[in-house]
């Protein structure tokens, strides 16, 4: 949406006066906050959330002592929690670097580009993470499973990664991109207002 899109869309739809350019210039600024914050949000609480995982593999050791988790399969998936941990902190700081409203929005165009990439690094990695896991957690369990339904159980083995791989693309294709894709719009709309109030 340009500019002059924008404020005939405020003219339309309010009771004020045309809109200044002081005030359209905290309209582009809020909508890119707005989406940075969800994303700071997010990137917290999975920060938490990898400490709180930690626990899932001792719990279920406990509650399952016949399916326990393989030597392989509780060091692979608590080496993912640190390894989140410290990822999650990383990316943070990343988007604490990220602000429409101070530094330069070049600058900050250049860390959007940059949490963009780790995100196709993280995805990457993850799903990689869950296919090991995986197999490293399911293969040693499988000498309780009787011969009749071992392919039964393959299969709905390989459904459950397929359909892992799908919700988890489109939460990043509808999550991620979506807000990163606002934040983007705000910087190069402020961009376009600077460049018009110079003109």
Known sequence: MDLDELRNIWNKTTQSPDIDDETLLKILKHKGRTALGQLLIFER???????????IPFLHNYLFPIAKYSSFSLVWFISFCIILFVWEIIKIKLLKKIDVKDISLL????????YKRFLQYELFAGLLWFVIFLISFVFPLTNL??????????L??????????VVI??????????NIEKIEDSIREILDFEDEKSK
């Open 145 to 154: 499973i009787s011969e009749d339904k071992y392919w039964s159980m393959l």
């Open 169 to 178: 693309c489109l939460f990043y294709k509808f999550f991620y991109r979506k």
């Open 45 to 55: 609480v999975n920060l938490y959330l990898s400490v709180l995982l930690i626990a």
């Open 107 to 114: 600058a900050s165009m250049k860390y959007i580009t940059r």
């Open 156 to 165: 709905f083995m390989s459904f459950l990664v397929v359909i892992s791989i």
